[in-house]
DNA sequence: ATAGGGTTAG
């Protein structure tokens, strides 16, 4: 009897010191060791529920070991030990053990506590529909689910619901039920209308009214119920709701500001996010890292640099103590502001003193390297990133394509796949992107498919990057299809179909898509004036051309830039209306610069304007001296001329400034009606030769019966000196004839890919079946006659 | 309950 008592005594004092064992007591953890230690050598054994209590200090202390150390000692556990240790097996995300305990357990032994424990096992997993099959399971079981049981199962449901019906079901078991008071219960409820709001095939307007009513019949409601709300206006793109119902909280609570100013910041509102947080400031609401990363990324994305590092210094004047997850999130975003600026190198200098870095600081990294076009640097940053996502990946990749490494790009993309990354529709736009640069039209298709396969279909970024392929492969019509399908289409969307029609020479086509689209109410931007300024250029519109020139800053309000300025200047040069570009370049705001005398230089050599050449290209030899294409377009203005002793004088003085020619094409006109592309001339010193040659030609065609406006193209297919691929074409000069319908950039590109894969007689295969014209391609005395995809081959004399 | 990397058009 004494006995008994003194084990009485002594488990209510171990009962109490465990009482002081509060998970969020530092000491907790070596406390509850002590005390156990202390049982131990005193030969107490625990039972019941100081057991039970030790069990579940130990788990809630990261000290899981000894927690399943003690149940697995127990010859029969009760329900609340294995209700705990189901719990702590969930804590640790080891829902196997948890569900083993579970299933172990006999049907008659299990309540309703043991139930929530194991929803709430597969919520806090994020395995939602697991936990809504359990809570069908417990019902059918006829087990009563209580209000914990509906908090733990509809924010199960938050996780996976796509349907209306699913959370109308719910919240009819819940009014059922009578936990329709529970304010944990509603709360939960609202973010399950919520979130399937946010779903994209269900009505968010109705299911979001629904979270509403919810709300206003709540008897009682809790921060969480508004955050919930307002978080719920802002992921459904309601800003101005979700702006009245902060207005109308009493208490000022940060988290609701913070994700209202998220809210602004992704809707690219940055004034407004903005000035939220000087209000905050004024009001004195707590700022966490939450509102510091967001009114970071704000300044970074709106361009404001001083101001986002004012942000900072105020952070680190104020904050005592950053801890490491603070920092970490908020350096990220500084890492962001400075690249976006323009500070590439301070940014990697952020980067590398950060005491934590995660992937996302990796990314932004790579991002700021691949956006400033400093390749190598992204390369070797790329190759020393340990772990790698399907966003760093999707970065790389379409930063190879847009520097013009669109092999590269390819290889990545495939490499990609192999290490198990499915690709999102960001990287298929990145390697259709490569397709578009190397001009492969097969590869671009295969893509295509592989995006339709893997349901991209209706993705605007690869949709657009689709245009773009077709465009510069020479399939037009392909490019309309994709733009006349696409669900959604955006401004991006425009330019590409624009500049796909003007680049093939389809001026009035595009401008009457330009047309239409101002029609539609969609303005146009700097890029659309490009595009429709070049589109002006190719087709001859001056009168158009110069109308929208001054529209841009007349009817917009966008400052013309020198890019602008050169498409005009190009467009009056190659009418012949010198004298009025001299008055434009004249009343710029700026000193013109290198693409302006371009621009004047290729007029003069199309119309044979010596003085004016001249005086562009001097002028163009002391800006970039070294740029190749001013040599070239001199040599042929004077090859125009038929001045071949001034050419070799240019030859010359390349050769001796020690201008590389770098591989590519060039044009001249013969008797104003031929075009000659040239692909890298510098295996013919003697140019002149090469000209005669042409000339040759041109009256060879003309007693073959040609039209005289035919262009073609010569190709040098020895000039490839880092290839191996001779091919049987290799050693003589190639004339293909018929590429009108081709833009001169495919043509380049088509032809130097081909060569590269020393796949010459596809190359032009390709093109005759592309271009849908006939390609003759001399071949010393042979010709091989290509059309709609064939060849012949012959005797040329 | 809130945050921090990406894409496409010239």
Same mark, same amino acid.
């Given at each position: ?28 953890? =070596?406390?509850?060791? #002590? ?53 702590? &097996? ?28 194991? /929803?709430?096992?597969? =919520? ?71 979130? !399937?709001?946010? +779903? ?26 508004? @955050? ?15 702006? %009245? ?26 004034? *407004? ?20 990363? =967001? ?45 976006? !600026? ?22 932004? /990294? ?55 990354? %499915? ?87 595009? /401008? ?23 589109? !002006? ?13 001054? =529209? ?9 830039? *020198? ?40 007029? !003069? ?24 294409? @001013? ?8 090859? #125009? ?87 049987? &074409? ?43 014209? *006939? ?16 060849? +012949? ?5």
């Amino acid at each position: 009897m004494k006995n008994a008592n003194s084990i009485r005594t002594i488990a209510n004092r171990y009962a109490s010191q465990l009482q002081l064992c509060d998970p969020k007591n530092p000491i907790a953890s =070596s406390l509850s060791r #002590t005390v156990h230690a202390h049982m131990i050598s005193s030969g107490f054994k625990p039972r019941g529920h100081i057991l039970n209590r030790l069990i579940d200090v130990y788990s809630k202390t990261s000290k899981l070991i000894y927690a399943r150390q003690l149940f697995d000692e127990i010859p029969q556990p009760d329900i609340v030990s294995r209700t705990t240790l189901i719990a702590a &097996h969930s804590a640790s995300g080891n829902l196997k053990l948890a569900r083993d305990i579970f299933s172990k357990t006999p049907l008659q032994m299990r309540d309703t506590v043991f139930y929530n424990a194991m /929803i709430t096992a597969y =919520s806090h997993n994020n395995d939602g529909h697991a936990a809504v099959e359990l809570f069908c399971d417990m019902r059918r079981d006829n087990f009563k689910p209580d209000n914990f049981t509906f908090t733990s199962v509809l924010s199960a449901l938050a996780l996976v619901v796509g349907e209306e019906k699913q959370c109308m079901q719910m919240h009819c078991a819940v009014v059922k039920s009578g936990t329709g008071l529970f304010t944990s219960v509603l709360n939960a409820l609202i973010s399950v209308y919520v979130k !399937c709001a946010s +779903s994209p095939f269900v009505s968010s307007r109705s299911l979001i009214g629904a979270a509403r009513r919810v709300f206003d019949d709540m008897p009682k409601r809790d921060e969480l119920s508004w @955050t919930t709300m307002i978080t719920g206006y802002v992921k459904n793109d309601d800003l101005e709701a979700a702006r %009245e119902f902060l207005d109308g909280m009493n208490e000022k609570l940060g988290v609701a500001w913070n994700a209202l100013i998220s809210g602004y910041v992704h809707h690219d509102f940055y004034q *407004e996010a903005l000035e939220m947080f000087r209000k905050m400031l004024m009001l004195g609401i707590q700022l966490d890292e939450f509102t510091y990363t =967001s009114v970071i990324s704000a300044c970074a994305s709106a361009g404001l640099f001083q101001l986002g590092k004012q942000v900072h210094a105020y952070l680190l004047r104020t904050e005592a103590k950053p801890t490491l997850d603070f920092s970490l999130s908020v350096n990220n975003a500084l890492l962001t502001l400075y690249w976006k !600026c323009g500070k590439i190198d301070e940014a990697r200098v952020i980067f590398n003193q950060m005491p934590v870095r995660d992937l996302v600081s990796w990314n932004a /990294i790579l991002s700021a390297y691949v956006s400033a076009g400093r390749i190598d640097e992204a390369k070797s940053f790329f190759g020393e990133m340990r772990e790698r996502n399907l966003l760093t990946w999707t970065v790389m990749i379409s930063g190879l394509a847009q520097n013009g490494f669109g092999e590269d790009g390819l290889k990545l993309f495939s490499q990609m796949r192999l290490e198990g990354f %499915e690709p999102c529709d960001y990287a298929f736009a990145g390697a259709i992107t490569s397709c578009a640069t190397l001009g492969v039209l097969g590869n671009g298709r295969q893509l295509h498919a592989q995006l339709v396969k893997s349901g991209y279909e209706s993705s605007l970024s690869a949709g657009n990057a689709l245009i773009t392929m077709y465009a510069r492969c020479g399939v037009v019509e392909a490019a309309s299809c994709v733009f006349y399908t696409m669900p959604n289409v955006d401004p991006v969307s425009w330019n590409a179909m624009i500049a796909a029609l003007g680049q093939h020479g389809d001026g009035v086509q595009a /401008i009457e898509l330009y047309e239409r689209m101002l029609k539609k109410g969609i303005l146009p931007d700097r890029i659309t004036f490009l595009t429709v300024l070049s589109a !002006c250029s190719h087709a001859g519109l001056v009168e158009e051309g110069r109308r929208y020139f001054d =529209s841009m800053h007349g009817l917009y309000g966008i400052t013309p830039g *020198e890019d602008h300025y050169a498409r005009f200047i190009d467009l009056l040069c190659r009418a012949g209306k010198f004298s009025e570009a001299k008055d434009v370049i004249e009343s710029m705001p700026f000193k013109p610069g290198a693409p302006i005398w371009e621009a004047l230089l290729a007029g !003069c050599r199309i119309h044979g304007n010596m003085d004016s050449g001249i005086q562009a290209a001097e002028q163009l030899f002391q800006l970039i001296p070294q740029h190749d294409g @001013t040599y070239v377009l001199l040599s042929n203005m004077y090859a #125009t001329l038929g001045r071949w002793d001034d050419v070799a004088k240019v030859r010359k003085l390349m050769r001796d400034r020690g201008v590389k020619k770098e591989p590519g094409c060039s044009w001249i006109e013969v008797e104003n009606k031929v075009h000659v592309f040239l692909v890298d001339d510098t295996v013919h010193p003697e140019v002149q030769a090469v000209y005669e040659y042409l000339e040759q030609l041109v009256l060879e065609m003309r007693k073959l019966g040609y039209a005289p406006d035919t262009k073609f193209v010569l190709h040098d297919m020895e000039s490839d000196q880092k290839e191996h691929a001779l091919s049987t &074409h290799s050693e003589k000069l190639a004339v293909a004839f018929g590429l009108m319908k081709l833009p001169h950039g495919v043509t380049i590109r088509v032809l130097k890919n081909l060569r590269i894969c020393g796949d010459c007689h596809n190359a032009f295969k390709f093109m005759s079946k592309v271009a849908g014209r *006939e390609i003759v391609v001399r071949d010393g005395k042979r010709f091989h006659h290509f059309r709609n995809g064939e060849c +012949s081959c012959g005797d040329y004399w």
